[in-house]
Nanobody, 121 residues
């Protein structure tokens, strides 16, 4: 069983910062890419940022220059540092990861349950 649990969400004023964390636990052989997505009410889930196992990153245009994705492979954890937050960033944020549970097994995508981020004055 693989589990990812986001933490660090909350209420913050515009211009503020939050740091989200998402450790993966359980039966894990290796982790490939990890990422963050978000979903606002009435909208589709959208990509926020991804990071490969070797550290290459990709960001949605809307968060470039403000958000930073990082990972600690020893801790199986992906982070999202969010600075200069805007009301438009309000959403439930989900982490995911491509995980192998055994050598030669398939790569499966696992999702966390989400953490609420609310940006409001």
């Amino acid at each position: 069983q693989v589990q990812l649990v986001e933490s660090g969400g909350g209420l913050v004023q515009p211009g503020g910062s939050l740091r989200l964390s998402c450790p993966a636990s359980g039966s894990i052989f290796s982790i490939n890419a990890m990422g963050w997505y978000r979903q606002a009410p009435g909208k589709q889930r959208e990509l926020v940022a991804t990071i490969t196992s070797r550290g290459s990153t990709n960001y949605a245009d809307s968060v470039k220059g403000r958000f930073t994705i990082s990972r600690d492979n020893a801790k199986n954890t992906v982070y999202l540092q969010m600075n200069s937050l805007k009301p438009e960033d309000t959403a439930v944020y989900y982490c995911n990861a491509e995980i192998r549970i055994r050598r030669f097994s398939s790569w499966d995508v696992h999702w966390g349950q989400g953490t609420q981020v609310t940006v409001s004055s």
